[in-house]
């Protein structure tokens, strides 16, 4: 029997219906004017979930978080999976308990997933095998089930984008003249914020030789993350006044200034004239009040949707084996931020 359930955790059944042979599912006509909780739009159903395309070998994959409504990640990886005519399907999946939807959802068709906050450690928990960089990082935000013997195996893809946004930011900067190391190296990089974040930004830097400040609200979570990189830890209070020397590369690896708050900042204009690079890993808005006010202090700026596409381009690669559509998945993004 193929049951419609309702609500956002619904959703699922809603659009998989077409992949188990359900007789029909409910879409509404206009957003908002539902008759029961939870149903999608027509159009969503059509345009945003492939419907017509879902069949019985259609592999499932999905950002599991809580919460998940604003995630922008399903236009992105259904649009890319049609126009690659790769048979799988991307959900927004709002999952309470990692561990209990993984046993859950445990056939061979639930075949790939992205993480997201809060969920991105109880996901490396439930992998049967971890990426070396996932294992260091204590996170991941990649998860595939191996075809042959339906285990799960945890990737970090966070860290890969944001340091090659911030090493784009830094050559476009330098002219190309750093030779072929990365321009990262010998920098003091100060990282702002140690969640799964901020955790994947100071392990890059570190990857790449830079001298890693953490500096976090909480402290002692700054000086864990901080002793696991070799770098040296403060509080943000104190990165207020923090000046070292010129020519510093600044990471915001917290939520302050993330849509809807988008007015607020982790750290005051004032703070920012010694720095060359700002970059912001919040990618809603795309220019965060941070940046704006580093490129205002005359510092170049590296955003956080670069982090994000860089992440998702490989991502559809693991989904999918085969490239990713790179143009078609910046030009959906750059509808939504
Ligand atoms: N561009 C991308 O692809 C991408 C990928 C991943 C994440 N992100 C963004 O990165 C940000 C952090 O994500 P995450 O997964 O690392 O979250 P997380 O694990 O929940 O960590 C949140 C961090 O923000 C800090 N924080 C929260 N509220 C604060 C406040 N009012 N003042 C100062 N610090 C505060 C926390 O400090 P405490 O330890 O003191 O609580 C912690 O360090 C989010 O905005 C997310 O959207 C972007």
């Not at 959802?105 to 109880?122: C, L, M, Q, R, V």
């Not at 190296?185 to 901020?198: D, E, I, P, R, S």
Request: net charge neutral; glycine share 10%.
């Amino acid at each position: 029997m193929i049951a419609l359930v309702m609500g956002e955790k619904g959703l699922i059944s809603r659009v998989l219906s077409a992949k188990y042979g359900a007789f029909l599912t409910f879409g509404t006509i206009e957003a908002g004017v539902v008759s029961a909780p939870g149903q999608p739009t027509v159009r969503d159903l059509l345009d945003l979930y492939n419907f017509r395309l879902i069949g019985a070998d259609t592999k499932v994959h999905g950002e599991i978080g809580n919460p998940i409504g604003h995630v922008k990640s399903p236009h992105l990886y259904n649009a890319a999976f049609r126009s690659i005519n790769f048979n799988g399907i991307y959900l927004p999946l709002l999952v309470d308990n990692v561990a209990n939807f993984i046993d859950t959802y445990n056939s061979p068709d639930f075949a790939g997933y992205s993480y997201t906050i809060p969920h991105k450690e109880a996901g490396l928990k439930c992998c049967d095998e971890i990426d070396p960089h996932a294992k260091e990082i204590g996170a991941i935000n990649c998860m595939i089930r191996n075809p042959a013997d339906g285990k799960l195996k945890g990737y970090n893809v966070d860290y890969l984008g944001a340091i090659a946004a911030i090493e784009e930011g830094l050559r476009a900067l330098n002219g190309s003249s750093n030779g072929s190391g990365s321009p990262l190296a010998g920098k003091l990089f100060v990282v702002m914020g140690a969640g799964a974040a901020g955790t994947a930004l100071a392990y890059g830097g570190k990857q790449k030789g830079a001298r890693v400040v953490v500096a976090n609200r909480t402290y002692d979570k700054a000086k864990a993350l901080a002793n696991k990189v070799g770098g040296e830890a403060i509080t943000i209070a104190e990165l207020e006044n923090f000046h070292p020397e010129d020519g510093m590369v600044l990471a915001n690896a917290t939520s302050v200034g993330m849509e809807p708050r988008s007015d607020q900042t982790p750290l005051s204009k004032n703070a920012l004239k010694n720095y060359s690079l700002v970059f912001d890993a919040i990618y809603t808005p795309k220019w965060t009040r941070l940046l704006q006010e580093a490129q205002e202090s005359g510092a170049s700026v590296a955003f956080g949707t670069e982090m994000f596409l860089n992440q998702a381009f490989v991502q559809v690669e693991k989904f999918s084996g085969s490239p990713a559509p790179k143009h078609l998945i910046r030009d959906v993004l750059a509808r939504y931020t």
